[in-house]
Antibody, heavy 125, light 107 residues
Framework: EVQLVESGGGLVHPWGALRLSCAASGFTFSGHWMSWVRQAPGKGLEWVANIKPDGSEKHYVDSVKGRFTISRDNAKNSLYLQINSLRGEDTAVYYC??????????????????WGQGTTVTVSS | AIQMTQSPSSLSAAVGDSVTITCRASQGIRNDLGWYQQKPGRAPKLLIYAASSLQSGVPSRFSGSGSGTDFTLTITSLQPEDFATYYCLQDYNYPWSFGQGTRVEIK
């Protein structure tokens, strides 16, 4: 079964840090781009970061640049998100997702087709 | 950064109705757009990628169209399980960006 399972969320003080993990199973993890997406309470979805299959390319939403680091360990089939200098606005459910690519007419199109159940990060003093 | 604007923000419809949700990009994104469905307390689910390609396993009553800046998601013959929030996502360039969501409620 294709599956993503997040862990590592919790209650953290402002300016604190957390490392989120996402364990992948049932597919060739090393062959896929991976993403983190978050959702603040009662709000919409926000894309956070992407990482290339070999880890050589990373992209972030502007609001987390310099504070969040996406990484992966293909030997362990695991994706990570190191989140530092946490702020209240980082309070959210964090989802990891597989960003698959499909070739159409010589171009590759993305779609986040597998999602974890989410892990909750709460920033509060 | 590309801004994605969805409309309406919410709508009420009855089982069996057809509904259309619109997403507009602040600049051209070719057809690098996906549609996602989210139910309360659940992870999102991919419905459509490349603006109009139906994800495997998604019912054919869902369809997408558009290119450039204007896109639509159409659900024909709404089913009880379709009442949810729908989001568009542009993956044309970074940072990727979602629309604010459209909540589809039961009339």
């Amino acid at each position: 079964e294709v599956q993503l399972v997040e862990s590592g969320g919790g209650l953290v003080h402002p300016w604190g840090a957390l490392r989120l993990s996402c364990a992948a199973s049932g597919f060739t993890f090393s062959g896929h781009w991976m993403s983190w997406v978050r959702q603040a309470p009662g709000k919409g979805l926000e894309w956070v970061a992407n990482i290339k299959p070999d880890g050589s390319e990373k992209h972030y939403v502007d609001s987390v640049k310099g504070r969040f680091t996406i990484s992966r360990d293909n030997a362990k089939n695991s994706l990570y998100l190191q989140i530092n200098s946490l702020r209240g606005e980082d309070t959210a459910v964090y989802y990891c997702a597989r960003a698959s690519r499909w070739p159409i007419s010589g171009y590759f199109y993305y779609g986040m087709d597998v999602w974890g159940q989410g892990t909750t990060v709460t920033v509060s003093s | 950064a590309i801004q994605m604007t969805q409309s309406p923000s919410s709508l009420s419809a009855a089982v069996g109705d057809s509904v259309t949700i619109t997403c507009r990009a602040s600049q051209g994104i070719r057809n690098d757009l996906g549609w996602y469905q989210q139910k309360p307390g659940r992870a999102p689910k991919l419905l459509i990628y490349a603006a109009s390609s139906l994800q495997s396993g998604v019912p054919s009553r869902f369809s997408g169209s558009g290119s450039g800046t204007d896109f639509t998601l159409t659900i024909t013959s709404l089913q009880p399980e379709d009442f949810a929030t729908y989001y568009c996502l542009q993956d044309y360039n970074y940072p990727w960006s979602f629309g604010q969501g459209t909540r589809v409620e039961i009339k």
